[in-house]
């Protein structure tokens, strides 16, 4: 499988779940694309729905003050849909000391989420 990756600067709007999130997109050139989901590459969240709710909604709280009306990168996988119609992608974001860092990988080190290849 080819893994071409492409870059957009983006704002999210809104994080549905620990793993999926709605964002605004800029493709360049003036042009946008609104109200775009996203499912977060590499991990899996705890569903807010059934016997994982709590835990899913501890995910879904935390990914939302980490990018919830934030300026990001967002890095599609090929941009290719998944199973559930959302493009893969990766979300990176800047701390407060200026530093990128990707929020899978945070999600996960704060114990939000796992994880996984689909």
Known sequence: MESKLYHYRAIVRFAYDGDTCTLDIDLGL???VHGEKIRLARINAPEIRGAERPLGLE?????RSLITDKAVILETIKDKKGKYGRYIGEIWTMNSQDEWFNISDTLVEQGHAKYQSY
């Open 59 to 63: 995910s879904r709280d935390f990914l």
């Open 30 to 32: 003036g042009m946008w």
